[in-house]
C-alpha cells in the first residue's frame, strides 16, 4: 500500500532526502546521456555564452518540456495517490505522445524505464509494485516520478519544485561540456532560474491536462538533425 505523507519535522526530512536521492546525478536513470537538444543548438551558435544559455534554459522551462513535464508529473501523482489505474496509463500514453523526436522520445522512456526500476529495486511498497505491473512497457520519465511519488504518499509541492531544479541541473551540466560555459557562468544560470522555477512548479500543480503545450519549434527540429550530427556526445 502507499505510503503515507507525514508532516513532522522527521518525517520531512527524510521526504526530503528521499527526492534529493530521486533526482540526483547519481541516480541510475542516465540522465548525463541526455542534453535535450542543447548540443544541436550550441553547434549552431544558439547557446554561446551564459547570456544565450539562460535565454535558451527560461525557454524550455516556461515554453517547452519542462512545464509538461511538471504539469504530467502532477496528475501522475494524483492518479496513483486516488488509485485510478485506468488513468495512470492514459497519462503516461499521452506523455510519450507529446515527444516530437526519436531522440526526445528515447530520452524520457530510457529515463522513465530506469527510474521505476531503481525505485522498485530500493524503495519497494506494494502501490510501486502494482505500479511496475500496470506500465509494464515504455514509461514517460515525468509520468514515472509523479507515480512514484504517489505511490510513497509524497507532497506535491516539493516534488514539483525538485523536479524543475534537476531537470535545468542537468541541462546546465550538458552546457558545461558541450557549450563554452564555465562552472560559475552555470551556477549564476541555476540561480537566475530558480525564482521561475518555484512559480511555473506552483502553476503547473494547479494545471489541468488540457493546458499541455508547447512552441520550442527550433529545438524540436534541432532534435531531428542531431541524429545525424557530425560530431556529438549525447544521445538527444
Do not use: K
Not at 513535464?69 to 496509463?89: G, T
Not at 509524497?154 to 550538458?174: D, E, H, I, K, R
Not at 489541468?208 to 527540429?221: E, H, K, M, V
Request: charged letters at 15%.
Amino acid at each position: 500500500m502507499a505510503g503515507t505523507i507525514t508532516t513532522t519535522p522527521m518525517g520531512e526530512s527524510l521526504e526530503a532526502l528521499r527526492l534529493m536521492a530521486w533526482l540526483s546525478p547519481g541516480y541510475p536513470v542516465g540522465a548525463y546521456a541526455y542534453s535535450h537538444g542543447l548540443e544541436w543548438a550550441a553547434e549552431t551558435g544558439d547557446v554561446r555564452d551564459e547570456a544565450s544559455l539562460a535565454a535558451w534554459l527560461a525557454d524550455v522551462c516556461a515554453h517547452g518540456a519542462l512545464r509538461n513535464d511538471l504539469i504530467l508529473a502532477a496528475h501522475a501523482q494524483r492518479a496513483v495517490s486516488s488509485a485510478e489505474p485506468a488513468r495512470i496509463i492514459a497519462i503516461n500514453d499521452l506523455a510519450l505522445a507529446l515527444a516530437p523526436s526519436r531522440e526526445l522520445h528515447l530520452e524520457t522512456s530510457q529515463q522513465g524505464r530506469s527510474f521505476l526500476d531503481a525505485t522498485l529495486g530500493a524503495w519497494p511498497c506494494d502501490a510501486l509494485t502494482a505500479l511496475a505491473v500496470q506500465l509494464s512497457g515504455p514509461v514517460a520519465y515525468p509520468v514515472a516520478v509523479g507515480a512514484a511519488a504517489g505511490a510513497h504518499g509524497m507532497a506535491l509541492p516539493p516534488l514539483l519544485a525538485a523536479y524543475g531544479l534537476a531537470f535545468v541541473q542537468n541541462l546546465v551540466s550538458a552546457a558545461l561540456r558541450a557549450a563554452p560555459v564555465g562552472q560559475a557562468a552555470g551556477t549564476r544560470v541555476i540561480a537566475a532560474l530558480i525564482p521561475r522555477l518555484t512559480r511555473l512548479a506552483e502553476a503547473a500543480g494547479a494545471a489541468d491536462l488540457d493546458a499541455i503545450g508547447s512552441a520550442t519549434f527550433r529545438l524540436d527540429l534541432g532534435s531531428f538533425r542531431h541524429e545525424t550530427q557530425y560530431s556529438r556526445i549525447f544521445r538527444s
